[in-house]
């Protein structure tokens, strides 16, 4: 009996197989680590709260000031949700148009 020899796309294609399925081994310890990761910040950040006393509400609030520090420089023309202050990435909406057309008044 001979030795069978595999083909270089077969020789391949099974080490890349082999690649794929410790990929996706990988991104499932990847999850359940990050699973655990948000639970231990969730309980930091709850008991952070009882110690000082806050409120979801405290928080949001705060959140929502820091977004007004930066005014709205631009509108999308048919979603008046979607805004830009003109800091940070460029929003796909308004990447390569002319700008002055989103412009707030």
């Known amino acids: 009996m001979g030795r069978r020899v595999l083909s270089k796309e077969k020789k ?5 197989a082999e690649y794929m ?3 996706s081994e990988l991104e499932e310890v ?13 309980a ?4 952070i709260m009882m110690r000082f006393g806050l409120t979801l ?4 609030d705060a959140q ?12 999308h023309p ?7 202050n003109g800091s940070g990435h460029v929003p796909l909406w308004l ?11």
Do not use: C
Not at 57 to 60: F, L, M, Q, S
């Open 12 to 16: 391949y294609g099974s080490v890349r």
């Open 21 to 23: 399925k410790q990929i």
């Open 30 to 42: 990847a999850k359940n680590v990050r699973k655990k990761e948000v639970a231990v910040a969730r």
């Open 44 to 47: 930091q950040v709850h008991e």
């Open 57 to 60: 509400e405290d928080i949001v």
């Open 64 to 75: 929502q000031k820091a977004k007004l520090a930066f005014p709205v420089k631009y509108r």
């Open 78 to 84: 048919t979603d008046p949700r979607k805004t830009w």
């Open 95 to 105: 990447a390569g148009e002319d700008r002055t057309k989103y412009l707030v008044n």
